[in-house]
């Protein structure tokens, strides 16, 4: 089946500093992607949807400042959380939907767990 | 708004019980529906989607837009179904998954 891969899988990093989450469809293309943050024991909260080519759409409540989104190829998009604070610490996950079907199956990837000191 | 709503956060059955996992939704359209699952240690993947009208791994699901409800059912558990269950609902046309809070399901031996 299709492979999304998350990079890094894990990142601690220092208050105040930006990390960067790299989110690829390894075999195929989307055009569209989708972040997540999910606290522990909680569901995945929809961050923003990640369009290639074009601006990123987020969700009511999540800062576009803080949470830059880049969707620069068919196969990539990435997440940069910007002066990251203690309570950015969470698991991240990406998702992407094959361009090329119409199934609605979302492929995940292994998540990205950001604490930050 | 859609909403996606699971009842219980935790389930526990013993090996060759029946088990239901309840999924409730809320849409004013025509929603799909599906459920996917996370074993521990490994990403999320679909188990199954109400539109294929499937039984993946023994399970089964159906659509009941009376009750506005999307119930995973199996008739018996097994240890290695163990992990955790997500309703999701996609809006007609749309992309957008939305999530419910998940049901920690554990198959004791």
């Known amino acids: 089946g299709a492979v999304v891969s998350q990079h890094p899988s894990r990142v601690i990093c220092k208050s105040g500093t930006s990390v960067k989450i790299e989110c690829r469809s390894l075999d195929f293309q989307a055009t569209t992607m989708f972040w997540y943050r999910q606290f522990p024991k909680k569901s995945l909260m929809l961050m923003a949807t990640s369009n290639e080519g074009s601006k990123a759409t987020y969700e009511q409540g999540v800062e576009k400042d803080k949470f830059l989104i880049n969707h620069a190829s068919l196969t990539l998009s990435t997440l940069t959380v910007t002066s990251a604070h203690p309570e950015d610490s969470s698991f991240y996950i990406c998702?992407?939907?094959?361009?090329?079907?119409?199934?609605?199956?979302?492929?995940f990837g292994e998540g990205s767990r950001l604490t930050v000191l | 708004a859609q909403r996606v709503t699971q009842p219980e956060k935790l389930l526990s059955v013993f090996k060759g019980a029946p088990v239901e996992l309840k999924c409730n939704y809320s849409?004013?359209?025509?929603?799909?529906l599906f459920w996917y699952v996370q074993y521990s240690r490994q990403r999320l993947q679909l188990l199954l989607r109400h539109i294929s009208r499937e039984s993946i791994k023994g399970f089964t699901a159906d659509l009941n837009k009376g009750e506005t409800s999307f119930h995973l059912k199996k008739p018996f558990a097994q240890e290695e179904d163990s992990a955790m269950y997500y309703c999701?609902?996609?809006?007609?046309?749309?992309?957008?998954?939305?999530f419910g809070e998940g049901t920690q399901l554990t198959v004791n031996p």
């Open positions: 998702s992407a939907r094959d361009s090329g079907t119409n199934t609605g199956e979302l492929f």
């Open positions: 849409y004013s359209g025509s929603p799909e």
């Open positions: 999701a609902l996609r809006e007609t046309s749309g992309s957008r998954l939305t």
